[in-house]
């Protein structure tokens, strides 16, 4: 319930800003690093939806990857290792009228940070999340991540990984709960730029890994994807996605896949050749976790003293 | 001619009133045939008496006794009993409240339940007792008990109003707590900045007992009074923070405790409007004050540009959709009282679509008839009220007898939490004229009679008046009249099944004031020519009738007798057929464009599910391609797919540069040499960089740089 007037005055006194003035400060990533595609579509999502700067809040953890609140010039909180999502949850919290965004690195999420991933995904908070998954750990020079695939040689594993990669995407699908699970590639920028607004208009988890290329550590992963565009597999439907004129003409693989089917996204996602592009799995009516944890009685100052003074009444322990 | 057709024939167009004089003409002493099997109301379940449940929680407003019965021998019953053994008790506990509610002034669910369950267990054995124990505990509901008589429409209604307001109230409410809690918080986080909480005492006073001793306030009051004061609240904001929280806390439309009320209830058209204008100015100080509250708390709150703004806001009449926020007014009036005071105040409040409910209830729809002409005239004042409302477009309309008002309680409620005005036409049922026959059936008799069909009107049901208007509920709706089977014995005993309509006339014979329209026709003289009116209607009436219409009527010892019907009261049945025939024209179109639509639906267009997020505008994409508009040979990017990596930039930045959306294009192809736009292109991640030809043909080591530009042409 609103009064009109309200409305009105507020709409009054919207500001837009441009695309620059969202920018902060110089990248300090490499030269063709994927991540300065990310940090370009992330801020024209902010102009063309209007965000306000003070309004908005991109949590991070460590990585290079992690920097991505550094340039943007709304609320930012360069988080510890592993704990964006948690920083994340309690800024939700909190501050539920902030937007929430959340940049983290392979390392940052499905390592160290792996257990935090699984129950925010469960607790599917109104919480937008870019992986950035560039399959190693870039900032420190090139060690092995959970994601890096199978006989990848680094600093960690010289005689290349011993483990199969693991593969963030069915993980997530897998997590009671899911409610949103796309992915995208730096390097196509038309879709990522229409992912990126599709899991941020998503109210819930909205979970988007974007394949990024590291030229400093990994030059030729993804070569083989980027030479050859068949092996992108665009994902279309009504519900979801629809690849332009363009975009499906420089990449014909494309396949009609309903986001509301759960065990399609996860055969989709297991496909270890091709890099699926699109939304694999999209459901609004997974129930927001603030939603059911919010009480509708008002915290006033009253409330929470009168709660705080019963709890601690228990132990009181009352002279004799 | 039988001497006795024609004496028939001659009231039949002459009615008694000719014969003898009308006032004193003797009570018919008859119902409708129809209604013969609903003497005693008490022992048959039908939607009365209902229960209005004052529970928040409640789904509904108001539910049926019968329906409540039902749910407690479900609840009842839920311990690993037998449901089917509830049903003896339910029934006899059931009757015994209706016989409790029947006698008289309404009263609490739970009160009954115990009164009959402990006439009925006396005397019983213990395992029925047991079961008459249960179900009165599942009965123990926070309900008030009504019959259905004349105070039921206003209390029904009033009933829904006040838990629409109710809900109102809680939301309005949550509004205001939270706009004054976060103002109150600048308040207070402006005082925690200030001087005087830096004082020693206040820095004291703010830190727990139990470690107050360790600290020293005095060193750290010195410290904090280093510190530079910043951001304190300007008195200019602070004193528009302070009145507003002043409005907020003394408004009266849903106030916090301790503040009085206004009242939004009336019994009188004009006085409702009254105060409705009494307290604009008051409606327009807090909607302001709101606006000021939200806008001070997304710290949006700019003084050139809000201030005089605001001023202009305060001496304008508010903007009627922002009185969404605010109470509604109840008027119930009554249909005669409302006549003699005029109209004018109501529609003054439906014209104006002032945040109003309006019921009007009519205890007796034959009354107007007699105007002096002798005219028997149906539901005329309804009618009129009904359509002038419908006719402003804006207003909720509905109507219904009170027998229907418990069908139509979805509708009933969509009325009241419709956010512009409602009127609410209802026919009591409780005339003083109705011979013998209760209120509940007496209503119903007229809805089934089409004398007060029960229609709807939607204003936001649809775009246009089929759309909107609706005649749901209405027995047989498709027919003239509905038609019932009557199965009755004859004089030889016999069985015999006739289908019966149920007419105009049929509810007119129910008044004993239009005794003289009617004439039984002695048993002897069943064999002249007699047709059930119904089938009378389509004659001419100038014609002298073959048959002579009549109606089938019980005595109290249920006999059948056959009634004749004189001429006008069959022009005025025809007149309500037409009547009805008309409403339905209107539902029927709605119908029919369902039906239509429902195809539509069925095969969406083709370009219904094109358009999406990622669909290019369709103008022709061939000819739009980049590479036509282009003379030959000159270099370009891409721009669509480059990945804002940086390293064209890197190359040599006044060449190459980034648009609106950070992607990169040529600005300038003469800002650098050929080289780097081979390099720049090799050394794009995407590979969208396309060289051309070079401009300078001097430029050294062409022949290589051509070389390697070949990939990427
Ligand atoms: C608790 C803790 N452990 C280890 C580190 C060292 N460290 C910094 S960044 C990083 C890995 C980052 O990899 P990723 O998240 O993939 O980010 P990228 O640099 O690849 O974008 C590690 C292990 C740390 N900063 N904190
Ligand atoms: S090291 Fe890799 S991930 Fe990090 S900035 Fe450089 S290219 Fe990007
Ligand atoms: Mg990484």
New interface residues.
């Given amino acids: 319930?609103t009064?009109?007037?309200?409305e009105c005055?507020?709409q009054?006194?919207e500001e837009r800003h441009?695309?620059e003035e969202y920018q902060s400060g110089v990248p300090r990533w490499c030269?063709?690093?994927?991540d300065?595609?990310i940090?370009?579509a992330v801020?024209?999502l902010c102009r063309d939806e209007g965000l306000r700067p003070?309004k908005t809040v991109f949590v991070s953890g460590i990585g290079c990857s992690s920097r991505f609140p550094h340039y943007m010039r709304t609320y930012g909180f360069h988080g510890i290792h592993g704990r964006a999502l948690p920083i994340a949850e309690g800024v939700r919290m909190a501050r539920p009228d902030l937007t929430v965004f959340v940049n983290t690195g392979d390392g940052d999420c499905c390592s160290i940070g792996a257990a935090h991933w699984i129950h925010a995904v469960r607790y599917n908070m109104d919480i937008t999340v870019f992986l950035h998954d560039n399959q190693i750990y870039g900032l420190t020079k090139m060690q092995a991540s959970p994601t890096s695939p199978r006989g990848l040689k680094s600093n960690t594993t010289p005689r290349g990984a011993y483990l199969e990669a693991l593969q963030p995407l069915t993980v997530t699908l897998g997590v009671q709960n899911v409610s949103f699970v796309a992915q995208a590639a730096?390097?196509?920028?038309?879709?990522?730029y229409?992912i990126v607004?599709?899991a941020y208009r998503h109210r819930g988890f909205s979970f988007v890994r974007i394949v990024q290329?590291c030229?400093e550590w990994l030059p030729k992963q993804w070569d083989p994807w980027?030479h050859d565009p068949k092996r992108i597999l665009l994902l279309?439907h009504?519900q979801?996605?629809?690849?332009?004129?363009?975009?499906a003409r420089?990449y014909p693989n494309q396949i009609e896949h309903d986001p509301s089917n759960l065990d399609r996204a996860r055969e989709i996602a297991s496909d270890a050749d091709l890099i699926p592009v699109g939304i694999l799995y999209c459901n609004p009516d997974v129930p927001c976790y603030e939603d059911l944890q919010l009480g509708?009685r008002?915290r006033?100052v009253d409330y929470v003293r009168a709660g705080l003074e019963a709890e601690l009444d228990k132990f009181t322990v009352w002279p004799q | 001619m039988h001497a006795e057709v024609r004496s028939h024939i001659a009231f039949y167009l002459t009615e008694k009133q000719a014969l003898a004089e009308a006032a004193d003409a003797p009570p018919l002493g008859l119902r409708p045939a129809l209604l013969a099997r609903y003497r005693d109301l008490a022992r048959l379940r039908y939607d009365y008496p209902v229960a209005l449940l004052r529970e928040a929680a409640a789904p509904a407003a108001f539910a049926p006794l019968g329906a409540l019965v039902a749910r407690a021998v479900e609840r009842a019953a839920a311990a690993a009993d037998d449901p089917a053994r509830y049903a003896a008790p339910a029934l006899a506990l059931e009757l015994e409240l209706r016989t409790l509610a029947a006698r008289g002034t309404p009263a609490p669910l739970a009160t009954l339940a115990d009164a009959a369950a402990g006439r009925l267990a006396r005397g019983a054995d213990a395992p029925t007792a047991e079961m008459l124990d249960r179900l009165r505990r599942a009965l123990a509901i926070d309900a008030e008990l009504v019959e259905c008589d004349a105070a039921l429409p206003a209390r029904l209604v009033t009933h829904l109003w006040q838990s629409v307001q109710q809900r109102k109230a809680a939301?309005?409410r949550?509004?205001i707590?939270?706009l004054v809690?976060k103002l109150g918080e600048i308040l207070q986080a402006d005082r925690a900045r200030s001087a005087a909480a830096r004082t020693p005492e206040a820095l004291r006073a703010a830190m727990g007992t139990v470690d107050r001793d360790a600290f020293d306030f005095e060193a750290m009051a010195q410290l904090l009074a280093r510190l530079p004061e910043r951001g304190a609240l300007s008195s200019s904001r602070r004193q528009r923070i302070e009145a507003t929280l002043a409005v907020l806390a003394a408004q009266r439309f849903f106030p916090a405790s301790g503040v009085e009320p206004y009242a939004f209830r009336f019994a009188d058209c004009a006085d409702a409007l009254a105060a409705f204008r009494e307290r604009l100015p008051e409606m327009a100080k807090l909607?302001?004050a709101?606006?000021v509250a939200?806008?001070e708390i997304?710290?949006?709150y700019?003084e050139p540009?809000?201030d005089a703004?605001f001023e202009r806001?305060l001496g304008a009449a508010?903007?009627l959709?922002?009185l969404?926020?605010f109470p509604h007014y109840l008027v119930c009036v009554d249909a005669r009282a409302l006549r003699a005071r005029g109209h004018d105040a109501l529609m003054e409040l439906l014209a104006g679509a002032l945040p109003v409910k309006v019921l009007v209830q009519s205890d007796d729809i034959l009354e107007e008839t007699l105007a002096g002409t002798g005219q028997v005239a149906f539901g005329a004042h309804a009618r009129q009220l009904t359509s002038m409302a419908m006719g402003m477009n804006e207003v909720f309309v509905l109507q219904a007898a009170a027998s229907h008002l418990v069908r139509a309680g979805e509708r009933l409620q969509l009325a009241m939490e419709y956010s512009g005005p409602a009127l609410v036409s209802v026919f009591s049922g409780a005339c003083a004229h109705a011979d013998g026959v209760p209120p509940y059936l007496y209503a119903a008799a007229a809805m089934e009679s089409r004398a007060f069909p029960a229609f709807a009107f939607e204003p936001v049901a649809g775009p246009d008046r089929a759309a909107q208007f609706s005649l749901a509920g209405n027995p047989q709706e498709a027919r003239d009249w509905p038609v019932h089977r009557l199965d009755y014995e004859d004089a030889e005993h016999q069985g015999v099944s006739e289908e019966v309509a149920f007419t105009l006339a049929d509810f007119v014979a129910c008044d004993r004031r239009y005794a003289n329209h009617f004439e039984r026709v002695p048993r002897a003289h069943w064999g002249a020519p007699l047709a059930p009116l119904a089938q009378c209607l389509d004659r001419q009436a100038k014609d002298l009738p073959e048959k002579l219409p009549c109606l089938l009527m019980v005595d109290d010892a249920n006999r059948l007798h056959k009634v004749m019907v004189d001429e006008r009261l069959v022009r005025e049945t025809r007149r309500c057929r037409d009547f009805w025939r008309s409403l339905r024209a209107l539902g029927a179109r709605r119908e029919r464009d369902a039906a239509r639509a429902g195809v539509r639906d069925a095969q969406p267009p083709a370009a219904a599910?094109?358009p999406?997020?990622?669909?290019?505008p369709p103008a022709a994409?061939e000819t739009a391609a980049p590479a036509t508009e282009r003379p030959a040979g000159d270099p370009y990017i891409e721009t669509?797919?480059?990945?804002?990596?940086?390293?064209c930039i890197?190359v040599n930045n006044r060449m190459f540069a980034y648009d609106?959306?950070?992607?990169a294009r040529i600005v300038d192809p003469n800002a650098g040499t050929y080289r780097q736009l081979v390099e720049a292109a090799e050394?794009c991640?995407?590979?969208i960089i396309h060289p051309g030809k070079p401009r300078n043909p001097g430029e050294p080591g062409l022949e290589g740089l051509l070389r390697r530009a070949e990939p990427f042409q």
């Fill in positions: 319930m009064l009109s007037a309200t005055l507020l009054l006194a441009a695309l030269t063709g690093c994927g300065h595609a940090l370009a801020q024209r003070e730096d390097w196509i920028p038309e879709s990522l229409e607004k599709a290329r030229p980027l279309a009504a979801g996605l629809r690849p332009g004129p363009e975009l420089a509708t008002l006033t | 939301a309005f949550d509004v707590d939270r809690l909607a302001r709101v606006a939200r806008l997304e710290g949006e700019s540009r809000h703004l806001i508010p903007d959709r922002a969404e926020l599910q094109a999406s997020a990622m669909e290019a994409p669509a797919r480059c990945s804002s990596c940086d390293e890197q609106e959306n950070k992607q050394s991640q995407v590979a």
